[in-house]
């Protein structure tokens, strides 16, 4: 039996849209690779558009970036989200999307950090961030702020959690924050690799040069978590 009604999130009834989105019309109107294409056949088995954030709906003003806020509802036949099909969507559709996946009665949520890019209606998705498989009564998200960049901003963090938390006294915009973890993760996959090679060198020359190496990159890695 299939639930029409969805109060996952509590969001006010001014805000429900609860149409369900037949899988062919929804990527005959994606640009969609065959691979990707049988994925979403194969992975997903129904999407619903829950509901519908936005100046309209709730008692908020508009943003400057941000005008609605769609919510997904997609529910999966596999515990694996795909995430290039949640990019294609997004990069598609010109409004921000807050996902609720569901799977076997659990739930997870996912955000994308979202951005226009320049001349036209596209966007790109910097990264995802998501909760884990929760019970419904374990998923709990808020809408805090007075504008809907604001709602969309704390969205973000409250599903990064830990990896977009702002040290008190320190003012960073969101995107601010989305670039530094991006930063941050990709100078700790070059110390992992680092580390790798210094274990497998034999020379103890070329040793000591990584070694002073790994030393500047931790110390870039310790400057940037504040």
């Known amino acids: 039996e299939v639930k029409e009604e969805f109060i996952l ?14 899988k062919q019309k929804f990527y005959e109107n994606l640009t969609i690779t065959p691979a990707l294409k049988k994925r979403v056949i194969d992975d997903i088995r129904i999407i619903y558009w829950r509901n519908k954030i936005a100046a309209s709906t709730m008692n908020l003003a ?8 769609e919510v997904f509802e997609i529910r999966w036949n596999t515990q694996t989200v795909n995430e290039a099909i949640l ?11 807050l996902f609720l996946m569901e799977y ?12 226009a890019t320049a001349g036209n209606n ?3 998705v910097e990264r995802y961030y998501h909760t884990d498989w929760l019970a419904e009564d374990e998923l709990s998200l ?6 809907l960049d604001a709602v969309y901003e704390s969205f973000v963090r409250q599903l990064a959690g830990a990896v977009l938390e702002q040290t008190e006294g320190v003012q960073e915009t969101l995107q601010e924050a ?3 973890s991006e930063q941050k993760a990709k100078l700790q996959k070059q110390i992992e690799a680092l580390q790798a090679k210094i274990r497998k060198e034999k020379q103890l020359n070329k040793q000591m040069e990584m070694n ?7 110390n870039l890695l310790t400057k940037m978590v504040r």
């Open 122 to 124: 596209a966007f790109k």
């Open 104 to 115: 076997g009665g659990k739930y997870q949520a996912w955000i994308g950090y979202k951005e």
């Open 62 to 69: 508009a943003g400057q970036m941000v005008t609605e806020i």
């Open 212 to 218: 002073a190496e790994l030393k500047k990159l931790r």
């Open 178 to 180: 989305v670039q530094r």
């Open 142 to 147: 808020k809408v805090e702020g007075l504008n």
């Open 9 to 22: 999130l509590g969001l006010p009834k001014s805000t429900e849209f609860n149409k369900r989105l037949p």
């Open 87 to 97: 990019r294609q969507i997004d990069r598609e559709i010109p409004y921000h999307i």
